[in-house]
């Protein structure tokens, strides 16, 4: 198939041919359902013959069915180029050197035309020479650790990670930087806080909700303050850095075990549970929210610790689940499993017999809350009193993707399940914290009189 008809086959080849138009023409597309403004592109050959890619003036892809096109008018041609060229970066012995870590994720991406998908191709040194400002900030040195979406982030890559950012702290840079697919970044930010203790720097994971191409992607900001945060911030925790109102006013620093993402697409996706955020940060300044964080200090000392057990697991609890459930865990060897229960920490009485076999067979099970606000209780109700004499033990405030990860770490470093528990209800990174603050929950609830015209004042 030649070049200038990439992917499309019958009909939808002759109503290119038909109008005289081919792949990365921009046009002017008159339909049955309106007018369409755009560029050709080219399609995945797996795809269907009867849609014509388009892709709009505002940057999302539309797909349009051959049946619907009344006349296409060609306005030009703009082919897409993948490659944005590397910079090099500009040298100042006066600024801090940064490194950024590149693992995937759409912040380190770029448009697969040929399938319409994102996919991590940008290298980190592509990415900031697109975005020359971070040379105001700092000396920015890359690396490109792994190329995976973050659903493929796993033990293997937090090791990998944890070890990079240990040797980059002991080799003298100011701060990290760690490029990362949003959907999961809560986890890795959760693990790296209890395999990395102790940091003298500061340590950011930055992401995007939309990738590069698009007009309203996030990236490009986020990363700009990731960099500024890891270059100038006197907080050394491990911290995600995202937009923090869906405009881009500022960003947010979010420490890394209170974290989650809470919402599949829009820019202010990452919110801080039970508490409030590290931080805003801006182009100019970044101001503190708390004072309870570790400062940065100009030794180059850390504590890194990798150990990490892979069999365990996290249950979020339904009615009438099956004991199956967990005697399938148990009869398949894991070690761990946390359970996110309803309430103050509960579940049904038919799973009681296989929660206690689990805990004889020398399985360490504990309990979260799938509320995510608030804290297990479960000296209250004689559920919970009853679930804890089977063996299952509280976990206070901790969020249940919080406790997966550090009861995996936990069971790396012993496996003396007295010892497991000290490590699990001994703070370590702010996973679990004595109260929590009247502002640390917050859902407004749209449609109400006092909501929206709170919502007036503030929406902008």
């Known amino acids: 198939m030649s070049e200038q008809y990439k992917g499309y086959r019958e009909p939808a080849l002759s109503i290119l041919k038909k109008h005289s138009v081919v792949v990365w023409s921009a046009v002017d597309m008159e339909t049955s ?34 049946n619907t096109i009344h006349s296409i008018k060609e306005t030009g041609r703009k ?19 940064v490194k950024l870590l590149g693992t995937g994720g759409t912040i380190a991406s770029r448009l ?35 190329g995976v979406f973050s659903e493929n982030m796993g033990p293997e890559q937090w090791i990998g990670t944890a070890e990079a950012i240990g040797r980059e702290i002991r080799n003298g840079v100011h701060g990290i930087v760690i490029g990362h697919g949003t959907d999961t970044m809560h986890h890795t930010a959760a693990i790296l806080s209890f395999m990395i203790q102790k940091s003298p720097v500061p340590i950011v994971m930055v992401g995007s909700q939309r990738s590069s191409d698009r007009p309203s992607s996030d990236a490009a900001l986020n990363l700009i303050h990731a960099v500024k945060t890891a270059a100038e911030s006197d907080i050394a925790e491990t911290m995600v850095c995202m937009f923090g109102p869906t405009s881009d006013q500022y960003g947010l620093l979010h420490q890394g075990t209170r974290v989650r993402k809470m919402h599949s697409s829009y820019r202010s ?60 865990l148990t009869d398949n060897g894991y070690r761990g499993i946390v359970i996110a229960g309803t309430g103050l920490g509960h579940v049904n009485k038919p799973l009681y017999p296989s929660l206690k076999r ?14 995510l606000w608030g804290y297990v209780q479960m000296y209250v109700y004689e559920t919970g009193r009853e679930i804890m004499e089977l063996g299952v033990v509280p976990c206070a405030n901790m969020l249940p993707e919080v ?38 929950y917050l859902i407004y609830q749209g449609g109400i009189p006092e909501v929206e015209q709170f919502l007036r004042i503030i929406k902008r």
């Open 403 to 440: 406790a997966y990860v550090k009861l995996g770490w936990a069971l790396g470093q012993t496996e003396d399940l007295e010892e497991v528990k000290k490590i699990m209800l001994t703070p370590i990174a702010g996973e679990t914290t004595e109260r929590e603050p009247y502002n640390g």
């Open 269 to 328: 996706t990452f919110r801080t549970i039970g508490d409030i955020p590290l931080a805003m940060v801006d182009r100019e300044k970044i101001t503190p929210l708390r004072t309870n964080y570790h400062r940065r200090r100009i030794d180059r000392e850390v504590e890194v610790n990798t150990r990490f057990e892979e069999k365990i697991s996290i249950v979020y609890y339904y009615p009438n689940m099956q004991p199956d459930i967990i005697d399938s």
């Open 33 to 66: 359902r309106g007018k369409f403004s755009g560029i050709i592109l080219p399609r995945s050959e797996t795809a269907d013959n009867r849609h014509l890619v388009l892709k709009l003036n505002n940057g999302y892809n539309v797909g349009i069915a051959v």
């Open 112 to 146: 697969d035309y040929r399938t319409g998908a994102v996919i991590p191709a940008f290298s980190p040194g592509e990415l900031y020479g697109s975005v020359p400002e971070l040379a105001d900030y700092c000396n920015l040195q890359t690396e490109k650790l792994y």
């Open 79 to 97: 082919e897409a180029h993948y490659k944005i060229p590397e910079k090099e970066f500009p040298y100042d012995a006066k600024k801090p050197t």
């Open 358 to 371: 689990a805990c004889e067979k020398g399985i360490a099970v504990y309990m979260t809350v799938q509320t």
